[in-house]
């Protein structure tokens, strides 16, 4: 009689965002993923770059290092995310207030702006590290001064960099993207799969 191996199957690799963003969250779950949140507490206005792209791969790769350095994340796949946009060669995050994130959108409606954001992906176990930036164009809409107002008496424009969002209320603010949507909401799912690719682990292995 042939003997039946009865071992468990191995279980997959964990897989930690080191994010409190519930979009970014969201965009992994809906790809099939089942990733742990580890916030990693880093000051982030104690990082500085050239340039708004550097400083969201540095962000990124700042959170997911602090994570990764956890006990709790020992054995995890970590993955670290940050988001600015690029205005006028300046780099904005989220709006301190009300008034900043007005502000904000009376210089961005009408024009073009960059949204980066910065990946990083740790190997706890081999200790691989893998880090890009990806960038996408967004091309703002005229919304008038009392559309500005109703938006951010919301409240949501100050949770998120930029002090917009593709999937929120004020969407219907953007007339277009040129790249990845789901980078300006917070995650490139292309480069994620990229990064992993590249410290030998599969994204579809991840899936649940």
């Known amino acids: 009689m042939a003997r039946v191996n009865d071992s468990a199957a191995p279980s997959a690799r964990r897989l930690v965002l080191a994010s409190q963003s519930p979009a970014r969250l969201g965009l992994l779950r809906e790809a099939g993923l089942a990733p742990e949140v580890i916030v990693s507490g880093v000051d982030e206005d104690g990082v500085t770059a050239d340039t708004p792209g550097e400083l969201a791969r540095l962000l990124a790769e700042a959170k997911a290092a602090a994570v990764a350095a956890r006990p709790e994340a020992a054995g995890a796949l970590v993955v670290g995310c940050d988001s600015v946009l690029e205005l006028d060669g300046q780099a904005y995050g989220k709006p301190a207030d009300a008034e900043t994130a007005i502000a904000r959108w009376k210089a961005m409606r009408g024009r073009s702006g960059v949204l980066h954001t910065g990946h990083c992906v740790i190997d706890t176990v081999s200790g691989g590290r893998a880090a890009e930036t990806a960038s996408t164009t967004v091309r703002f809409g005229q919304p008038s001064d009392a559309e500005i107002a109703a938006y951010v008496a919301t409240g949501e424009p100050l949770r998120v960099a930029g002090a917009f969002t593709l999937n929120g209320r004020s969407a219907p603010f953007?007339?277009?993207?040129?790249?990845?949507?789901?980078?300006?909401?917070?995650?490139?799912?292309?480069?994620?799969?990229?990064?992993?690719?590249?410290?030998?682990v599969a994204i579809t292995d991840l899936w649940v």
């Open 174 to 200: 953007v007339d277009g993207v040129d790249g990845s949507p789901g980078n300006v909401i917070g995650l490139s799912l292309p480069l994620l799969r990229t990064l992993l690719a590249g410290l030998g």
